[in-house]
């Protein structure tokens, strides 16, 4: 992409409702813009983001046997109200008429839906386990939307449902799920520490959520310092251990009965990316959900959800990884790999230069945003310090003249002189595709 072609609207100054890093740091790089209030318009760089996270996920999901389905945002009132939550849910949730004054509403979560699919298509215990996702937009009227697509009232979500036999293969379900999540937040670039969690208005016994540790997170959790350790390479985490230590939100930590000792015990904030639960026939029953099992009876199919914050995530990953210039993308996420910076636009040598690296890289699978623009060399590298694309190569008539590029890795700072040729082969070996 050349930048002078790109819709990039970036911010001198953050607006002054933005409270948190993230917030402002994804309005001065033109991630989002406010439509209204917890309501936000995806610019291209933001959208570029929010879909290689949802790939990510989606990739983990498939790779566990999840089938990716699609459902309405706007749903009937009938189903909820045969599971009790179109009244239970209270004023979080937008309610809408239509023109022939039938309820409907915008869906916050996608129980009912899918336990629907699941009553009306699933008959045998044979065609068991299923699990089914999407990801998809829901909306939560929330009172207090705040820190931007944190706690937006529309966000993006992936929701999965998994039916089973029995509570032993639904357990077995939500263990393979926490995998898929271990493996996805470590690939998005992020340790998210698994804490018991109140189950709330979605139900059941058990459930984890999955938080970033970062000092503006909203809620205040106490772990077991072990867990540190053992995050430290999630692809090998033994998930019975992992659940078997203690970790707990500030609402169900109880100082005086804690079973680990204040110096093994961690306190830190943190940031909800994932919420998974296990609440067996709750809502099969409700809806009259049956399956034959193998003795030809009649039997509610076990359920759990489990949600990941798309949205919120953006933030999430920007809280966990920005410096005082701007965002530092993880490779796995950056809307482009390498910002490649013309800094004398006009002049013959780095014109061409440019044209041609930025063909080369791309030919292999190398994403690019050209700064071609005219604006001044501080001014450009500002603003691609502030974007936070993973590496920046420089190309000015001062190095040309000796053949040679700086190239920058935008975590670490560091800077390299190199010729073309020794660019491009840095770069496809560690980015290619
Ligand atoms: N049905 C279950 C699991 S699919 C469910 O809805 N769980 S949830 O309520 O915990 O939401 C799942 C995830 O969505 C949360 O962990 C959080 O990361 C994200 N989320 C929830 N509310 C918001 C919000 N207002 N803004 C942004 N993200 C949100």
Redesign the pocket.
């Known amino acids: 992409m050349r930048a002078s072609q790109y819709f990039l609207p970036t911010l001198k100054e953050a607006p002054q409702e933005a409270q948190i890093i993230s917030h402002q740091l994804m309005l001065r790089a033109g991630l989002v813009a406010q439509a209204s209030a917890?309501i936000y318009s995806w610019l291209p760089l933001g959208n570029l983001v929010l879909n290689n996270i949802a790939r990510i996920i989606r990739e983990e999901q498939n790779r566990i046997g999840a089938h990716e389905v699609l459902l309405p945002t706007i749903q009937s009132a009938d189903l909820w109200r045969e599971s009790g939550r179109f009244d239970a849910y209270g004023a979080e949730m937008l309610r809408i008429k239509d023109r022939h004054d039938r309820d409907m509403l915008y869906t916050?979560?996608?129980?009912e839906l899918m336990t629907d699919l699941a009553r009306r298509f699933v008959r045998s215990y044979k065609e068991l386990p299923q699990i089914w996702y999407q990801i998809q937009w829901?909306f939560?009227d929330?009172i207090r939307?705040r820190f931007g697509?944190?706690?937006?009232?529309e966000?993006y979500?992936?929701?999965?449902?998994s039916f089973d036999l029995d509570e032993a293969s639904a357990r077995a379900s939500y263990h393979k799920m926490m995998v898929a999540y271990l493996r996805t937040f470590a690939r998005l670039g992020l340790t998210a520490v698994p804490v018991r969690a109140d189950t709330?208005?979605?139900g059941g016994d058990l459930s984890h959520?999955?938080h970033i540790v970062a000092k503006t997170g909203e809620s205040l959790l106490y772990y077991d310092k072990e867990l540190d350790r053992l995050m430290q390479d999630p692809s090998t985490v033994d998930v019975e251990r992992l659940m078997s230590l203690y970790a707990m939100e500030e609402t169900m930590h109880d100082a005086s009965n804690c079973p680990v000792q204040a110096e093994n015990l961690n306190q830190a904030r943190g940031i909800?990316?994932?919420?998974?639960?296990y609440f067996g026939t709750k809502y099969t029953e409700a809806l009259g959900a049956t399956i034959m099992d193998a003795s030809g009876k009649s039997i509610h199919p076990h359920m759990g959800?489990?949600?990941?914050?798309v949205?919120?995530?953006v933030g999430a990953i920007i809280e966990a990884s920005h410096d005082e210039r701007g965002i530092i993308w993880p490779e796995s996420v950056a809307p482009f790999k390498v910002a490649l910076v013309n800094l004398k636009v006009g002049d013959v040598a780095c014109d061409t230069m440019c044209a041609d690296l930025y063909a080369q890289l791309e030919k292999t699978g190398v994403s690019v945003l050209l700064d071609d623009t005219t604006q001044s060399v501080g001014a450009k590298l500002a603003t691609m310090d502030l974007i936070g694309l993973p590496w920046q190569v420089r190309v000015g008539p001062k190095g040309l003249a000796q053949g040679l590029l700086e190239v920058k890795n935008r975590r670490s700072g560091e800077t390299q002189e190199l010729s073309a040729e020794a660019v491009i082969q840095m770069l496809t070996e560690r980015l290619g595709a």
């Open positions: 917890g916050p979560t996608a129980e829901k939560r929330e939307p697509v944190m706690r937006g009232r966000f979500m992936k929701d999965a449902y709330g208005p979605i959520e999955f909800e990316v994932g919420h998974i639960f959800s489990y949600g990941i914050g949205s919120r995530l």
